[in-house]
């Protein structure tokens, strides 16, 4: 009985498959743990920008504090961040040089570590520092 030449490649695509898949999956999973890394990112740097200028135009340090705390805690639980202010805040007299910083920072990384299979866990180090000039208040 003689084989046809198309017989013997028969399972050949199911073979390549399964060599390709991991690949493809691994690929995949990486992915989407960078868009998780990312948001978290984006959440502190708005968060970090909005704490600046809520305290850039005068509000008091429990406000701005619940205030980036409830904005950057839409991917993280609110006991693993950190919010504090850089340096002094404004002291009202009006200086141009006067600058506000406020650091939003995750404290515990261990739970937010990015997990892709096949490749060593990293801890990030999510951290956002944002500026703005004091604003004068009439």
């Known amino acids: ?10 399972g050949a695509s199911a073979v390549e498959f399964a060599i390709i898949l991991p690949l493809l999956v691994v690929l995949v999973v990486g992915i989407i743990e960078f868009g998780f890394a990312f948001n978290r990112q984006q959440s502190f740097h708005a968060a970090s920008r909005e704490g600046a200028r809520l305290v850039a135009v005068g509000y ?14 839409g991917t993280v639980a609110r006991d693993d961040i ?12 009006g200086d141009p ?4 910083t406020v650091r939003v920072q995750l404290s515990n990384p261990g739970p937010y570590a990015i997990r892709i299979p096949f490749i060593p866990q990293g801890n990030p180090s999510f951290q956002s520092d ?5 604003e004068v208040q009439p």
């Open 97 to 100: 040089d006067d600058l506000v």
């Open 130 to 134: 944002a500026t703005f000039r004091c």
């Open 1 to 10: 009985m003689h084989l046809r030449r198309g017989d013997r490649e028969q």
């Open 60 to 73: 008091d340090l429990g406000t701005v504090r619940e205030t980036v705390l409830d904005q950057a805690s």
């Open 82 to 93: 950190s919010v504090e202010l850089v340096g002094e805040g404004c002291d009202g007299s």
